[in-house]
C-alpha cells in the first residue's frame, strides 16, 4: 500500500512539473499540425518548417539562459539584427574570404553585446529588463548606422549555413552531410551542444544558483556578476547563430528584422517551462517551447486569417502563453504546498 | 537626536533629491552650448520655445511612466504610445471636425485607455508578470488591433478645434500645450504628496512589505497606476491628434523609448518611491535638444536611437547600480 502510494506521489510530482503539460502541448500541436498539413511530416515540407523556425529556437535557448540565471534580455532582437547588418557591411559578393572576416567581426561584437548587457545587470546590478530596454536602442542605433535601409552584400559560400544544396560550389563532403542533415538542424545542434557541454560545468550550474536566489549564491562564494555576465555571453553565441543563419538565408542585413523575436523568444522560453523569477527551468525545454510557439503560428497560418490580424493575434497568443505559464507555475507550487501541509 | 541634526538629515535629503534636478538643468545647458558651437542658431529664442514645444509631448507621456515607475516592483508601461495612436486613429472619424463631437471622442479615448490599463494592470499587479513584458505584449495587441482597423477603413476625419487650439496654437508667443504642462505639473506633485492614494503608491514603491504592513494595498493601488497610466495615454493621444491635425498610423509609438528615458533623466527611482514631475519635464526638454542637435549634424534616426540609448544606459548606471550593498 505504502509503496503504492509512494508511487502515485512521484506521478503525481512528475504531473505538476511545467515540464509534463510543455511535452503534452508539443504532441496535441503536432497532431494538429499533422493533421492540418497532411504532408507535414515529408522531408521537405518538414525541412522549410524546421528553417522558419530556427531563429526563433536559438533566439529561446539563449534567452532561456539569461532567465535562468535570474535576469531578461530584452536587446536580443536588435542584437540580432546588428550582427546581420556587421556581417553584410564586412562582406564583399566578389571577395569569398570576406565572410571569414565577417563571421569573425561579427563574432567580437556578439561577445561586446553580452559583455555589455553583462556588466549591467552583473556588475552594476542595473535591474536586467531596464538595463538590456536601454542598451537595444544602442544596438539598434548602431545597426541603422550601418544600414539604414534593408541590404547589403553577403558573399555566396554563406547560403551553407541556410541550406547547403542551394551553394552549388559546396565541397563533396559537406555537400552529401547537408543532404543528410539540413543546416538549420546543424545549426540548433550545435546550440545544443554547446549548452550540453556548459551545463556539465561549474558555471553552468552555477547559473542555475544565481538565479534560484542571488543572495544566498553570493555568501556561499559564487561571483554571482561574473556568472550574470557569463549567462549574457552564452545568450550571445546563441544570437551569432541565429545571425549566420538570417544572413545565410536572406543575403542581406536589416535593422528592424529582429524586433519581434524578443518577445516571442521570451514567451517561447516560458512556454517551455522556464520561471521568469529565475533559477528553474531548462534550455532543451525552451527549444521545444519555441516549436509549441511556432506550431501555434503556423496553425493560425492555415486557418486562414488575414494578414492585417497578424501582430495582434501573436500578440494575444504571446500574452496567454506567459500569463498561463505563470499562473500554472504561481497554482501548482500553491497546491504543492497545501498538499505538504496536509501530509 | 536633536532637531538640528534632524532637520539636517532632512534638508539632506532634499538636497539629494534636488541634486539629480540640477543634473538634468545642466545636461540641458551642456546641450545648448554644444549645439550653439555646432550649429548656428541653435540658442535663439525661437529655437529654444519650439524645442520645449516638441518636447511637452514627451513630458505628458513621462509623466505615465513616472506614476508606473513610483510605485515600484519594476513599474513601466510601453504600451502608452500605442494606446494614443488608437485613440488618436479611432477618435479622428469620430471628432470630424466638430466640436460637438469632442464628448463622444473623450468617452471613447477614455474607454480605451481603461481597457488596456486595466489589463496591463491585472497582469502586472495581480498575476505579477514583470510589467515591461506586459506592456511589451499588450503594445503588440494594440498595435495590431490599429493594423486591423487601417487595413478595413482609411484613417479619416479631423481633430475638434478645441483641441487644436489647445495643442497645436499659441497665445503670443507661448505654445499652449505648455499652459497644459505648467497646470497639471503642480496637481501631480500634489495629488502625490498629499492625497491618500498618492502616499500610499510611494509607499509601495519605497517599500513593499512595510506599505503592506501598514496597511496598503499594493496590489490595487499598483493596478490603479497601470489604470491611471493608461488614461492619461489616451487622452494625450487625444492631444497628439490636435497637435498633428489628423491621425498615422505610427503617431505615438515613437515617444515610447523617450518618455522612459525622460523620467530616468528626471529622477525618478527606478525602484519606486521617488519622482518629481518638473524633473521629468526637464528630462523631457534634454532629450528633445539632443534630438535636435544629433538632427541637425545629420545623424538623424540612427544617431536618435543611438544617443537615446547610451544617455539612458549611463543615467542608469549612475542613478540605479546599487553597489553600495556588498
Redesign the interface.
Known sequence: MANNSKGARALRKYLAKPEFSTLLILVAMLILAAFLQRNFFDAKPLNRTLNAFTPLILLAMGQAVVIISGG?D?SAGTALSLLTCVMTSVMHKANPETGLYAILAAFAVAIVIGVVNGI?MGY????S???T?????????????LR?TPGGESVAWFKVFYDVKVYANAPPALKAFGAAVPSALTLVLVGCIFWFVLSRTRTGRYIYAVGSNNTSA?ESGINTARIQLWACVINSVFIFLAALFFVGQNQSGDARMGD?LT?RA??AAVVGGVA?AGGRGSVFFALIGAVILSLVNKIIFFANI???????????I??IA??SS??YT?YSRKSMARRGKLA | MNGTSIALSGFRRNADKQKKLIIAFLLIVFLFVLGQVAVSNFLSFGQVLLTIKLASFIALFGLCQMIVMVGGG?G?DLSVGYTATLTAVLTASIMNGQNANLGMALLVALAIGLLVGAANGF?AAY????P???T??????V???I??Y???ADITGKPSPILQTIAAKSTGVFPNILVVLLVIAPIVMVVLSRTKWGLALLGAGTNETAAFLGGVRVKRVRFASFVISGLLASVIGLLLLGNMGLAFKDMGSNYV?PS?AAAVVGGVS??GGEGNYFGVILGAIFLQTLTNLLVAIGWG??????????V??TL??VY????RV?
Open positions: 531578461l530584452l549591467g552594476l546590478r542595473i535591474p529588463v531596464i538595463a530596454f536601454a542598451t537595444s536602442y544602442i544596438w539598434l542605433g548602431a545597426a541603422l548606422f539604414p553570493y519581434p518577445l521570451i514567451a521568469l488575414p494578414y492585417a490580424y497578424q501582430t495582434l493575434v501573436s500578440g494575444v504571446v500574452i506567459i500569463a505563470q499562473g504561481l | 519594476d513601466l497582469l498575476v505579477k508578470l514583470p515591461l513584458i506586459v511589451l505584449s499588450m503594445s503588440l495587441i498595435q495590431g488591433g493594423n486591423v487601417t487595413a478595413g523609448m522612459i527606478m525602484s534616426d540612427a544617431g536618435k536611437w543611438l544617443g537615446f540609448g547610451i539612458l544606459f542608469l548606471i540605479v547600480s546599487d553597489r556588498r
